[in-house]
């Protein structure tokens, strides 16, 4: 590859002899003539860009008896041009120029070539291992079929060896393949199952509806990072849990990809927070109002967060940081899961969105065993009586006097709680309405993109195929399991104290925050042992709860551990 630099010199062109036609003119048309000839000339000077002229050595030899160096210069682009200067660059520990520089001064038209020899001396030469030797050509370009006396700006090229091998056709063409994806993928077994992992995952999103506002977009970027060549993603700009600013400076060997870009948002911790607004603004806390105990159904789940962090750090060899990033999978809260990560342990964030995304998409076949395996048939039985109407004034206050004190209690869970509570209250606050349906509707389709494929592209092979990744998958499951036996459990408990109106447990796994999700588990469920039974809107107190939840053992996550 020839590399181009703008000589800030002038030179006066050649000036071939004039035709017979240019002869005939009277002075005033030869005048006009020149004024326009020399307006192309300035025309296609201007739209001349260092490159447009290409230059190529050939065939170059070295005779050692004789003391010689001779080679081809070919003009190998698709404009002709004067040579002003031949000037040799030789590596000068190892060869011994006799004559540095040649003034050629001709024309040398498209596809033209011409031979050059100069005498040399190469101490110890090795025809293996011939040193470098380049050359700085010294070029005009011939702007026009007459050029007068227009100045025109030299330009340099540079060859920087002229022993370096010119292609044949079928090496070209072998050297492109060898540049394709395709070699690398076949050099690089890992690259090949992490794509066959996000075909399987749009499998789940696009067939089976698993989750799949998240998990299409999350398994579209896992692909995208994974198809060699592409530099969507390079870890480098985030390694070590920081953004290296630095290297995205344009003038740096890393050119920053779609992706780097679109991550910015994840590891500045503003999509999850985006997400809880629109969450909010698409959520009904009055269940939640409606039965105040709903409050300790919803904590009592987030017992899987940190018996998952237990386990991680005493049985896996996690430090706190990664543990707790771990654990907060038991939250089944994607959104908050990837806010910890990000903060946390970044570097297992690909593995821990995925987990946690996939494990919400299989709430209705993780929950169902564990709720029956806790429970008698006559406690799933158990029909609750209708929840009280709550006032529109209560609606209002509950979002400002929650963010008030979660954010006074625990300020890592603020941005959170506040976003959170920022989008129910533009909900119900019924002055807003525009906000409010921009928050649930096109805010939230388009952080979701977002979101989903900056993450999908932090589980690259490297990463992500790891024993400690496959740990992770598996304490997701126990996460998730835990969180929904903590809040049967509890209801269980609950029920031993309360002489009437007795909770049906089933509303417990609700607790887990997989919102809706959860509570129409819970309505299935019940539903199957009793169809005159009706726990939807109840469970639903617990599911919103299980976020509220989620929301402060994070920030108490990140206050222990950040």
């Not at 190892?94 to 050629?104: E, T």
């Not at 899987?304 to 386990?311: E, L, R």
């Not at 402060?552 to 950040?562: C, M, N, P």
């Amino acid at each position: 590859m020839l590399a181009l630099m703008v000589v800030p010199c002038f030179a006066t062109s050649q000036q071939p002899a004039e035709t017979e036609e240019a002869q005939e003119l009277t002075p005033e048309q030869k005048a006009a003539l020149e004024e326009a000839l020399k307006a192309q000339a300035a025309q296609q000077q201007a739209a001349l860009k260092p490159g447009d002229i290409v230059f190529t050595a050939k065939n170059a030899e070295y005779d050692e008896a004789a003391k010689v160096i001779s080679f081809t210069l070919a003009n190998t682009s698709k404009q002709e041009a004067y040579i002003s200067t031949v000037e040799f660059v030789p590596d000068k520990e190892k060869i011994n120029i006799q004559y540095g520089g040649l003034q050629y001064g001709s024309l040398l038209a498209a596809g033209a070539e011409t031979e050059f020899k100069i005498n040399a001396e190469i101490p110890g030469y090795d025809a293996e291992n011939i040193p470098t030797f380049g050359l700085n050509i010294t070029y005009i370009p011939r702007m026009t079929e007459v050029d007068l006396t227009v100045e025109q700006e030299q330009y340099m090229a540079k060859i920087e060896n002229i022993f370096a091998p010119v292609a044949t056709p079928a090496e070209a063409v072998m050297n492109f393949l060898d540049q394709t994806g395709f070699m690398a993928l076949a050099r690089n077994w890992k690259m090949i199952v992490m794509l066959l992992i996000s075909f399987v995952l749009m499998y789940l999103a696009i067939v089976k509806k698993f989750e799949p506002l998240l998990l299409l977009p999350i398994a579209f970027g896992m692909m995208l990072t994974n198809l060699p060549g592409a530099d969507m993603f390079h870890e480098e700009l985030f390694a070590d849990g920081h953004v290296h600013w630095e290297l995205f400076n344009a003038s740096n060997a890393i050119t920053p990809g779609l992706i780097d870009i679109l991550y910015l948002g994840v590891k500045l911790g503003i999509y999850p927070c985006l997400i809880f607004l629109g969450v909010g603004a698409m959520t009904d806390f009055g269940p939640l109002i409606a039965n105040p105990k709903s409050l300790l159904l919803g904590a009592a789940a987030q017992l899987g967060i940190f018996m998952t962090y237990v386990a991680a750090s005493s049985l896996f060899g996690f430090n706190p940081a990664e543990s707790g990033s771990i654990g907060i999978i038991g939250g089944a809260d994607g959104p908050t899961a990837i806010f910890v990560t990000s903060k946390l342990a970044p570097h297992l964030l690909g593995p821990i969105a995925v987990a946690a995304y996939s494990y919400m998409a299989l709430v209705p076949v993780i929950q169902p065993p564990i709720m029956k395996l806790l429970t008698t048939k006559k406690e799933r039985q158990i029909v609750m009586k209708p929840l009280r109407e709550v006032s529109k004034t209560e609606k209002i206050v509950f979002p400002i006097a929650i963010t008030v004190f979660v954010t006074l209690l625990v300020p890592s869970a603020g941005p959170l709680v506040g976003c959170l509570m920022l989008g129910n209250l533009a909900r119900e606050c019924g002055v807003v309405d525009r906000i409010s349906k921009t928050a649930q509707n096109e805010l939230m389709n388009i952080v979701t993109i977002f979101l989903g494929i900056s993450v999908g592209a932090t589980a690259t092979a490297g990463t992500f195929l790891q024993i400690r990744t496959l740990a992770i998958i598996a304490m997701g499951v126990v996460a998730f399991g835990c969180g929904t036996a903590g809040g049967v459990l509890l209801a269980k408990l609950m029920n031993l104290f309360l002489k009437k109106n007795k909770i049906n447990p089933l509303i417990g796994s609700a607790g887990v925050s997989a919102v809706p999700m959860a509570a129409r588990v819970s309505q299935v469920v019940g539903q199957k042992e009793n169809p005159q039974n009706f726990l939807l809107m109840h469970a639903m107190g617990p599911n919103v709860a299980g976020v509220i939840g989620s929301a402060i053992a994070a920030g108490v996550l990140i206050a222990l551990f950040g």
